[in-house]
């Protein structure tokens, strides 16, 4: 019985917000907090990390808060320093704030408390990836990207060549 409330306070909350959205009351970002806040109450409201199942509803919390997180960046800065990569990172982030609030606690052997990280790390792996091709490409268009690498090469040679050496 109780899970059908949930469900049912959950559905009714999600087209409360849906509706005052179609009526131009919510921004489309307002929206994306509003549901990430019902999904977390709702996860709370089922004991949050005492039982292992109400993870499906701290999954969906995090993640609508990451792509609501990223497009505020993205209006506060018009797109300008924050680009796709810090995307994926926040979506990696969400899955971390899954592992560190839910998973750390409530999993019973290694293998279900620690998979969040899996996706959280291809997610920020990616992220970093992507962040770096798109500084490559604005430096690029300044002409800066001439000199990154034979720069590097120096560093690299000094770092080799000077750097802390090991007692043999």
Known sequence: ?????????????????????????????????????????????????????NIGFLIPATVLLAIALFVDVQRLFNGWLFGAGWFFLLLGGAFLTVYQVHTKNAGTDKSSTIWPLYPAGALVAFGIFIAITEQLETWKRFGITNYVFPIALILVGLYLTFGKKKST
Do not use: E, P, R
């Not at 009351?25 to 509003?34: I, Q, S």
């Open 1 to 53: 019985m109780q899970k059908n409330v949930s469900t049912g306070v959950l559905l009714v909350g999600i087209g409360f917000i849906l509706l005052l959205a179609q009526f131009g009351w919510l921004g489309d970002h307002l929206v994306l907090y509003f549901l990430s806040v019902g999904f977390f109450a709702v996860y709370k409201y089922l004991g949050a990390a005492k039982t292992y199942h």
